[in-house]
């Protein structure tokens, strides 16, 4: 049975950061994308980041969506089957659920799209602000 538990979501500052955390059980974290995305009070779900390994190099990707580059930064622990997004310079505007998704790798791609993610982690809530 897949499962993909979270933690991390808190109200924050303005300027501060938060890392959140995805803990993949019953699959192999490197067979698969890990995904995040984020859903704000009347707005579609949207991709913030992805990553998984390039089948053709075995080389880890990664690929954020505009808003967020050069702020989070998401990472894996192999060993631990966890996925983390370490977000920093938060934004009011970054207030949202977050959620983690699974699903095959070709599906992590620059356009960090919502299609193709099979298996979703229950969500966490993330508030910035004052």
């Known amino acids: 049975q897949f499962q993909l538990a979270q933690s991390g979501g808190d109200l924050v500052q303005p300027g501060g950061s938060l890392r959140l955390s995805c803990v993949v059980s019953?699959?192999?974290?490197?067979?698969?994308?890990i995904g995040w995305f984020r859903q704000a009070p009347g707005k579609e779900r949207e991709g913030v980041s992805c990553i998984s390994t390039f089948a053709r190099t075995n080389d880890e990707t990664a690929y954020y969506t505009d808003s967020v580059k050069g702020r989070f930064t998401i990472s894996r622990d192999l060993a631990k089957n966890t996925v983390y997004l370490q977000m920093n310079s938060l934004r009011p505007e970054d207030t949202a659920v977050y959620y983690c998704?699974?699903?095959?790798?070709?599906?992590?791609?620059?356009?960090?799209?919502?299609?193709?993610?099979?298996?979703w982690g229950q969500g966490t809530q993330v508030t910035v602000s004052s």
């Open positions: 019953g699959l192999t974290l490197d067979d698969y994308a």
């Open positions: 998704a699974a699903g095959l790798p070709y599906w992590c791609s620059r356009y960090v799209q919502i299609a193709g993610y099979e298996y």
